[in-house]
């Protein structure tokens, strides 16, 4: 999570408008600062209440439903059992893997591909920028139910889209459907237009200044890129990828319209748990699982960033 | 070369945009279908599928419980992430470690436990699936994507400038609407934009939350594409599309609301 | 005047009060005008069925207006299970097997025979669901559907004639089967099991024979799998009569077929959500279901075997129904030991066949 990274750039953060301030000679701010510290601690307060009632008091009862027997593994107390099984199970482990795999893949794939037409879309103007982003949004508008089935009829190897090609000889059929390469496509697909957007509000928002300044000392555009633009960017960097991860490893419906015929994700184990079976203690124990590794996870990407991240 | 590398920009933009525009051109295509199957061979152009949504009020009272779930939750969220952010990142210190990771904590667990979750947390309190619990799971599911944007717009921000402001005896909130919020405004919109959209097209987290009274869009279409599938659904998503291109061309005309600046 | 004995004007006033009393309980409850009444039920076509076929009747006699709680079963029997304390819907609509279920898990009521004047015109094999005694049924069958075999005639030449087709190699990865989850699962389960050489009580030959499949895709519903069909990457499935009857309507090239081992029969049916208030509302609306009026119009609109003896349907509209699976050529199972063995043969077929369908 952004654990790591808060830690990092706070400190530096914080360090440096209070040497602004000494060199400023703004000791006198101090003062002023510490009363306003107690509101500014005040402010975490909505989130926090809105987290803490709503996800927080949930996710208690999602616990205490994790350690209770049920028709699979009936028992007369409350234990961990429901955990010794998921993990003493090697098909569960493999969609564990695979569900965190695809989110990583996802994100690897999109990212470059976001960052680069990011990069791009500055060059347009006015009203034709807003137009050109806004209509990136529309796919998502129209809901991923649609656009999947959109994919389910343009990917088959004997579609619209690979059919001509396969009629007149220049590719063997493939075999697209049904594999992660489907799964993947779609999820970038639906990836790339929150990837551009995020990246596209950093980018924007580096100062034009320093690019007159790059210039200015001789610099390309390939030494500007690598020591204006890609430094400034890391911390929207880190949102997408955080952004994009959580996006691919939650994914629900691609992998069930798309994936192969028993390819499982981890969301639709614990969906065909609650759905299927009503086994709610294995569903909740399934989903604390996914929670561990989802943090883990998050610290990962974010400690990875660590040292990539300037003020 | 500059010339090379500007067509070579532009080129790989346009493949960008056919990638993540074609299927949906591709589904709006198919709602003129007058093929009876979706996916079909073309067979001719009708709008009958277009007639054929009037025939469904439930696609309509739903869209319109999708887009007030939506706005309402984008807005909470976007809120509580702008103060949440300022927090984060005016003081710094050793709390927010674990802070950020509690405020991205619904990214975390899979939203058809939370939806769960959530209805039998409701029913201790005697309510139950319907608008407030939507409300509720859907801000906390916006939550962290809006405080991930607020955050990379205060990464850049230079909080002596509210210094400044408060050194010439302007009040918090007017510094945040004088000089905080402006320079914040393309993180804000973005922030709400992305909640509005994953809010409007969500399916899992609202999966428990419905009544009879109240069903979103998404949930209706999955009901319905149980049974059947036709091109009537591609309608109802290029109305969908069309529509929400209409409610930006507004924005932006009329209340001066930009996604880009 | 004769005086009455008092034993007799007793007598007297219970005789009338009794018919009076017989006659109300099979007339129609009467509520407030707007009442809502509100029915679980899946979305789409289905709803608009019931809001068609027993709609009108309902409302023109009680008052009460229908409204509707959609979803897929498993979510909707979550919502009942999750807010028992006070539940939202008045009367759920499921498989048989999840109304046995939802009745041992409390969630649903039993409805009294009494109240159900259409009782007598529904078929025996229709009775699936049993209620706790003989004056009450656990809930009413609304229709029949069966599962069998939908192929492409211009793909395969070869007569499809039996479930073993199904493991033809020819049709490996272009075969669309029942997913883990599916409702029919149970019945699958056994068939390949009985085609292995075991049986009903002996299930493992089923679950090793289930595993030599090679499906491309698993469908929970028909849709799952309808967009592979028309590319033509899947030739053969197996599916409920009605999608069929649906996708031949769509225009879509496929054959059904009736297995000789018998198809499966599924009995879909309505039930009384426990801790409503008006239970005779609620008895009044199953009633109106198995009726026959209601189980024409349902039959119209959904392509539903009807479960009422005296329902005629039109030659068209039974082509459509039957698919060719007369009764005699469905196998019909008892759903309580389903509900029983259900987690654990859907946890087997998780862990033990799917990593096989995955392996290629």
């Known amino acids: 999570m952004a654990g790591g990274i808060e830690a990092g750039d706070a400190l530096a953060v914080g360090l440096a408008p209070a040497s602004r301030a000494s060199l400023s000679g703004g000791r006198r701010w101090l003062g002023a600062r510490a009363g306003r510290r107690d509101i500014t601690r005040l402010l975490l307060a909505p989130s926090l209440v809105l987290l803490g009632v709503f996800l927080g008091i949930p996710l208690i009862v999602v616990l205490v439903a994790s350690f209770q027997p049920n028709v699979l593994i009936p028992r007369d107390a409350a234990g961990f059992y429901n955990y010794t099984y998921l993990i003493a199970q090697p098909y569960y482990a493999k969609i564990l893997v695979r569900t965190i795999w695809l989110g990583v893949v996802a994100t690897v794939a999109t990212l470059p591909l976001g960052y680069a037409a990011a990069l791009i879309l500055p060059c347009l103007r006015g009203r034709l920028a807003n137009v050109a982003v806004m209509g990136l949004t529309f796919p998502i508008l129209a809901g991923p139910l649609v656009v999947i089935l959109g994919w389910m009829a343009l990917l088959p190897a004997h579609g619209p889209l690979f059919g001509p090609l396969v009629r007149w000889g220049l590719i063997a059929p493939p075999r697209i459907i049904g594999t992660d390469a489907a799964v993947l496509i779609s999820l970038v697909q639906f990836m790339l237009p929150f990837a551009i957007l995020t990246l596209y509000t950093t980018i924007k928002q580096i100062p034009r200044e320093l690019y007159e300044a790059a210039e200015s000392l001789g610099a390309g555009p390939l030494r500007e890129f690598r020591d204006v633009t890609l430094p400034l960017s890391m911390p929207g960097i880190l949102s997408t990828s955080i952004i994009l991860f959580s996006l691919g490893a939650s994914s629900y419906i691609s992998p069930h319209y798309l994936g192969g015929a028993a390819d499982l994700t981890l969301t639709t184990l614990i969906g065909q748990f609650i759905l299927a079976t009503y086994n709610n203690a294995l569903a909740s124990a399934a989903a604390i699982l996914l929670l561990i590794i989802m943090v883990l996870c998050m610290v990962g990407i974010v400690l990875l960033f660590r040292p990539l991240i300037r003020p | ?261 | 005047m004769k005086k009455l004995s008092r034993r007799k004007a007793l007598k007297l006033a219970g005789a009338a009060g009794a018919s009076l009393w017989a006659r109300s309980s099979l007339a129609a409850p009467a509520v407030n005008k707007g009442t809502m009444f509100t029915v679980s039920v899946w979305g789409g076509v289905t709803q608009e069925a019931v809001q068609a076929a027993i709609g009108p009747e309902f409302t023109s006699a009680t008052g009460a207006t229908l409204a509707f709680d959609i979803g897929a079963q498993g979510p909707r029997y979550s919502k009942l299970m999750a807010q028992r304390a006070a539940p939202t819907a008045d009367v759920f609509f499921g498989t048989d097997e999840a109304l046995v279920a939802g009745l041992k898990a409390g969630i649903l009521a039993p409805a009294r025979r009494k109240s159900l004047s259409n009782l007598g015109e529904v078929e025996d094999w229709a009775l699936t669901v049993k209620g706790p005694d003989a004056e009450t049924i656990g809930g009413v069958p609304y229709c029949l559907i069966a599962y069998i075999l939908g192929y492409n005639p211009d793909q395969i030449k070869t007569p499809i004639t039996s479930w073993a087709d199904l493991w033809r190699p020819e049709f490996a990865g272009k075969l669309a089967f029942a997913s883990q989850f599916h409702s029919m699962m149970p019945g699958l389960v056994i068939m390949a099991a009985e085609l292995a050489g075991g049986s009903a009580t002996n299930v493992d030959p089923g679950f090793k024979k289930l595993a030599e499949l090679r499906p491309a895709k698993l469908g929970f519903t028909w849709t799952d799998w309808s967009s592979l069909y028309q590319s033509g990457d899947v030739i053969i499935a197996t599916e409920f009569d009605c999608y069929l009857a649906v996708m031949q309507e769509q225009d879509y090239k496929i054959k059904t077929v009736v297995p000789k081992e018998k198809g499966l029969a599924s009995i879909d049916g309505v039930g009384i959500v426990k801790g409503r208030p008006n239970i005779e509302l609620a008895e009044f609306f199953l009633d109106t279901t198995i009726g026959a009026k209601a189980q024409l119009g349902l039959a119209e609109h959904l392509y539903h075997g009807p479960i009422n003896k005296k329902v005629q349907l039109p030659s068209a509209l039974k082509a459509k129904c039957y698919c060719g699976a007369e009764i005699a050529d469905l196998r019909f199972f008892d759903p309580e030991p389903f509900v029983a063995v259900r987690p654990a043969w859907t946890e087997r077929l998780t862990t033990q066949v799917l990593p096989n369908w995955a392996a290629r």
């Open chain 2, 1 to 261: 070369m500059r010339r090379l590398a500007a067509g070579a920009g532009w080129a790989y933009l346009t493949a960008v945009y056919v990638f993540v525009i074609g299927p949906l051109v591709f589904v709006a295509a198919e709602s003129f279908n007058s093929a009876r199957a979706f996916p079909a061979a073309f067979a001719g152009v009708t709008f009958h599928w277009y007639r054929a949504i009037l025939a469904h009020p439930d696609f309509f009272s739903a869209a319109w419980t999708s887009t007030l779930i939506a706005a309402i939750s984008s807005t909470v969220a976007t809120a509580a992430a702008f103060t949440a952010g300022y927090a984060l990142r005016r003081r710094g210190g050793q709390e927010s470690a674990l802070l950020s990771t509690l405020l991205a904590s619904p990214l975390l667990v899979p939203q058809i436990v939370i939806s769960l979750a959530m209805l039998q947390f409701a029913g201790l309190f005697g309510l139950g699936a319907g608008l407030l619990s939507l409300v509720a799971v859907h801000t906390i599911h916006g939550l962290p994507f809006a405080l991930r944007l607020v955050l990379t717009g205060f990464a850049r921000f230079n909080f002596s400038l509210e210094d400044a402001s408060f050194s010439l005896g302007a009040g918090r909130l007017t510094t945040w609407r004088e000089v905080t919020l402006p320079l914040l405004r393309p993180n804000l919109i973005a922030g709400f934009t992305f909640c509005f959209i994953l809010s409007f097209v969500n399916l899992p987290i609202s999966l428990f939350l419905t009544d009879a009274q109240t069903t979103t869009l998404p949930l209706v279409m999955f009901a319905y594409i149980e049974s059947r599938i036709d091109p009537m659904l591609a309608a109802v998503a290029t109305v969908v599309v069309v529509v929400a291109g209409i409610a930006t061309l507004i924005l932006e005309r009329y209340l001066k609301i930009r996604l880009v600046e």
